[in-house]
């Protein structure tokens, strides 16, 4: 599975929007992007993935180049319930198991 | 939906001792996943499971630590002895389907002295 590249920190004020990079420079067709994230002390959480086109729910937006080398996580009015470290993760959709290889992430610091 | 459940919560043990963790995944799910987390290394997955057969131990540090799941709602991870380097949070998650999202548990923080 591709590795990906995130910047370790990232400072966002109190509803505005936070803009999450992630680097993924190696990613091949078959390969989708997940993002997670960790609240302190709990476990993981599910937030969204995509394989090219951009994608939205109730929590997030992911938005892929369209060389796919790059993604974009956006919390589009960050509250301070969303500090966590953010995670960017590549798998590929012929991984039958699924396993994810997690990297050291984003940690998101939501000031009021 | 009550969500991935591990026990205990924190476990503190000393140096030689067995020490086993506890996960209920949630009922449905093919997949059972282990993680440890420490700040040095991060997340590691260790072993998953489907359908209760174990698939890739790779990441399994070594003989001390053994996994089981006897049945589709239970699995178990043990570490015969414990040493102080073993200290870390630990994780259990299950999935539906293998391009399903990972649900976690709260994790078992794990304290060998």
């Known amino acids: 599975d591709a590795k990906t590249t995130q910047p370790p920190s990232m400072d966002c004020a109190e509803g505005r929007a936070a803009n999450l990079p992630c680097n993924h420079s190696t990613i091949s067709g078959n390969e989708y992007v997940y993002w997670y994230r960790q609240i302190h002390s709990q476990g993981p959480q599910y937030i969204i993935h995509?394989?090219?086109n951009n994608e939205t729910n109730e929590m997030a937006s992911l938005i892929i180049t369209e060389d796919r080398k790059s993604s974009t996580l956006i919390l589009p009015h960050a509250t301070l319930r969303d500090t966590a470290v953010y995670y960017c993760i590549v798998r590929s959709r012929d991984n039958q198991g699924g396993k994810l290889i997690f990297g050291q992430g984003t940690e998101l610091s939501v000031k009021p | 939906d009550a969500g991935v459940i591990q026990s205990p919560r924190h476990e503190v043990t000393e140096m030689g001792q067995e020490v086993t963790l506890r996960c209920k995944p949630i009922?449905?799910?093919?997949?059972l996943f282990w993680y440890r987390q420490t700040m040095m290394r991060g997340l590691e997955l260790l072993i998953y499971f489907n359908n209760n057969v174990p698939i890739d131990d790779s990441g399994m540090p070594e003989d001390r630590f053994s996994a089981k799941m006897p049945n589709a709602s239970f699995s178990t991870l043990k570490i015969q002895p414990s040493e102080p380097r073993d200290s870390a949070v630990y994780f259990c998650?299950?999935?539906?389907?293998?391009?399903?999202?990972?649900?976690f548990g709260n994790g078992t923080r794990l304290t060998v002295t």
């Open positions: 998650a299950s999935r539906h389907r293998f391009d399903s999202p990972l649900h």
């Open positions: 995509g394989l090219k």
């Open positions: 009922s449905g799910h093919d997949y």
